[in-house]
T-cell receptor, first 114, second 110 residues
Framework: ETGVTQSPTHLIKTRGQQVTLRCSSQ?????VSWYQQALGQGPQFIFQ???????GRGNFPPRFSGLQFPNYSSELNVNALELDDSALYLC?????????????FGPGTRLTVL | GQQLNQSPQSMFIQEGEDVSMNCTSS?????WLWYKQDPGEGPVLLIA?????ELTSNGRLTAQFGITRKDSFLNISASIPSDVGIYFC??????????FGTGTSLTVIP
């Protein structure tokens, strides 16, 4: 059984650029959630994908968008990057059902916006 | 939005001591989860709680789901150096959002 994987590990972009982050869910999991974690803070929920559709969204602007693919992997896209977007971006997978709230996290992608 | 407050914010303890931390919410939660995060890594699930009053153990860790459903507690017995990290409580809202607490940073002094 493979765990949640994310790519790339680190990324440096400049203000105004666009970025795509990728996540492969743990085998057997059909739901993917994305989080933004600024330094010294707890993860902030961005959105969740289930059956290739957005299924819950946090307080993030529309320039944060995502996709889920038939194999349950997911992408997070951020347009018009701002300096405050610098953070660790975490992906978590889970399986709908009794234990559907038990989310398992990947190692994250560290994004730096200059 | 939802606010999960954790206390204490940080703890410095001697190896072998017991640790207690808690998490409170302004509204009711039906699930409480406790995670541990090491520097540069993603959070790791420690314990999941699903019923008010539930007390669940995982090795040296014990967590309780508060009766009011607005709080939860995590205890670590006989702390060891590898317990160092940041501990987060978390839970889902009715609107398919997921909230994390402010975190408790634990330092264990050998």
């Amino acid at each position: 059984e493979t765990g949640v994987t994310q790519s790339p590990t680190h990324l440096i972009k400049t203000r105004g650029q666009q970025v795509t982050l990728r996540c492969s869910s743990q085998s057997g999991h059909n739901t993917v959630s994305w989080y933004q974690q600024a330094l010294g803070q707890g993860p902030q929920f961005i959105f969740q994908y289930y059956r290739e559709e957005e299924n819950g969204r946090g307080n993030f602007p529309p320039r944060f968008s995502g996709l889920q693919f038939p194999n349950y992997s997911s992408e997070l896209n951020v347009n018009a990057l701002e300096l405050d977007d610098s953070a660790l971006y975490l992906c978590a997978s889970s399986s709908r059902g009794l234990a559907g709230n038990e989310q398992f996290f990947g190692p994250g992608t560290r994004l730096t916006v200059l | 939005g939802q606010q999960l407050n954790q206390s204490p914010q940080s703890m410095f303890i001697q190896e072998g001591e017991d640790v207690s931390m808690n998490c409170t919410s302004s509204s009711i939660f039906n699930t409480w989860l406790w995670y541990k995060q090491d520097p540069g890594e993603g959070p790791v699930l420690l314990i999941a709680l699903y019923k008010a009053g539930e007390l669940t153990s995982n090795g040296r860790l014990t967590a309780q789901f508060g009766i009011t459903r607005k709080d939860s507690f995590l205890n670590i017995s006989a702390s060891i150096p590898s317990d160092v990290g940041i501990y987060f409580c978390a839970g889902p809202s009715s609107g398919n959002q997921f909230y994390f607490g402010t975190g408790t940073s634990l330092t264990v002094i050998p």
